[in-house]
Nanobody, 124 residues
Framework: QVRLAESGGGLVQAGGSLRLSCVAS????????MGWFRQAPGKEREFVAA????????YYADSVKGRFTISKDSAKNTVYLQMSSLRTDDTAVYYC?????????????????WGQGTQVTVSS
């Protein structure tokens, strides 16, 4: 069992930055995958970024490469998503996810544990 709690969402102007945090608790191993997904109104949940808990592998969606950075602080059991050069189409509820597999893939259905989400709104 893994429990996840996101924070850091809010309203930001296009071009601005936000940092999301996800505090994890429960069964955490170096092989755990930690990821960020997002879901805009009327759209499916989509992959944003992921890392193994050890940090050995990192993955990004093409739409956020060069703008978003996933990182972690093992001492705090926290994973971050630093978002820069935000665009209006980044507006969504952002979810933290975890799985015992090293990297389940970009499909949300492959991930087992989810946080409740945090709203990010980017205004023009």
């Amino acid at each position: 069992q893994v429990r996840l709690a996101e924070s850091g969402g809010g309203l930001v102007q296009a071009g601005g930055s936000l940092r999301l945090s996800c505090v994890a608790s429960g069964r955490l191993y170096s092989s755990n995958a930690m990821g960020w997904f997002r879901q805009a109104p009327g759209k499916e949940r989509e992959f944003v970024a992921a890392t193994t808990w050890s940090g050995s592998d990192i993955y990004y969606a093409d739409s956020v490469k060069g703008r978003f950075t996933i990182s972690k602080d093992s001492a705090k059991n926290t994973v971050y998503l630093q978002m820069s050069s935000l665009r209006t189409d980044d507006t969504a509820v952002y979810y933290c996810a975890s799985d015992f597999a090293a990297y389940p893939g970009a499909q949300a259905t492959k991930w087992d544990y989810w946080g409740q989400g945090t709203q990010v709104t980017v205004s023009s």
